[in-house]
């Protein structure tokens, strides 16, 4: 198997079942000619989210790690009216473009996007006692994903959904002396995930146009 192969049972994918959609593209378009890293999760995996949000039947949707608003305009489109995505980005660049997909698609009104060190803005979430999340998306730097995973435990309540992205990384995971800060990352957020008894937890490994890779999947049970 190869990523030639992945790449095209991914554009066979698309090509029955996402039909095209001008929005979304042109989202795509701008990040490319602002220059953003083309690290957004295709669109296989954008429907993935939206319909895991969907059966959720998410009011509240929290992202970690904007860009440029891809993934987030892929989980607006799951809200009900009055449905609201928090979405938290560092790079105000990144955040720039983002806006501009948000108003350009039509969904500004219920996205907010919170600009800062995800630490700092999920910190002040929970502090600030607004109401759960029903579901989160983690895909910012994954140094930092055993502890937004923790800080969103904080915004949860039983039920809600969590994924976390890039857990696989082409296999290394599974290595434990991995000298990659990302993997290193990854791992200790399974190893926290595993160790919280308020969740069931799980990881499926992934293949596609990004190549090897993969998601956890979390519940909130308690
Ligand atoms: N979810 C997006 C991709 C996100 S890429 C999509 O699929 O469309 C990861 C993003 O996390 C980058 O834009 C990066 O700037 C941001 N990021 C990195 N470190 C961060 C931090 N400490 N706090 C918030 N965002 C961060
Ligand atoms: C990277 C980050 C991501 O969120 C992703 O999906 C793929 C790659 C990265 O930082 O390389
Ligand atoms: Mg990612």
């Known amino acids: 198997m190869s990523q030639e192969t992945w790449a095209a049972v991914d554009r066979y994918i698309e090509d029955k079942f996402l039909p095209a959609d001008p929005v979304l593209d042109a989202a795509l378009k701008a990040c490319a000619a602002a220059g953003l890293p083309e ?4 669109p296989p995996q954008g429907q993935f989210l939206q319909m895991l949000a969907c059966i959720r039947q998410a009011r509240r949707i929290l992202e970690v790690g904007t860009l440029g608003g ?3 305009l892929w989980l607006a489109r799951a809200l009900p009216a009055g449905g609201r995505v928090v979405t938290i980005e560092l790079e105000s660049r990144h955040a720039e473009v983002a806006r501009a997909n948000f108003v350009a698609a ?5 996205i907010d996007l919170q600009v800062g060190r995800a630490a700092d ?3 002040r979430l929970a502090t600030a006692g607004g109401p759960p999340f029903d579901f989160v998306f983690i895909d ?5 994903t055993a502890d937004y995973f923790r800080l969103a435990l904080r915004l949860s309540r039983p039920g809600t959904v969590i994924v976390v992205d890039n857990v696989v990384r082409k296999g290394a995971v599974a290595d434990p002396a991995s000298t990659d800060a990302a993997v290193q990352g990854i791992r200790r957020f399974n190893d ?3 160790a919280e008894p308020r969740v069931t937890a799980t990881a499926l490994q992934t293949v596609g146009t990004k190549g090897y890779d993969g998601f956890a999947l979390l519940l909130v049970t308690r």
């Open 39 to 42: 690290i957004q999760v295709t």
């Open 140 to 144: 910012a730097d994954k140094a930092g």
């Open 192 to 194: 926290a995930a595993a």
């Open 70 to 72: 891809y993934s987030t």
């Open 121 to 123: 803005v999920l910190a």
């Open 106 to 110: 039509g969904l500004a009104d219920r």
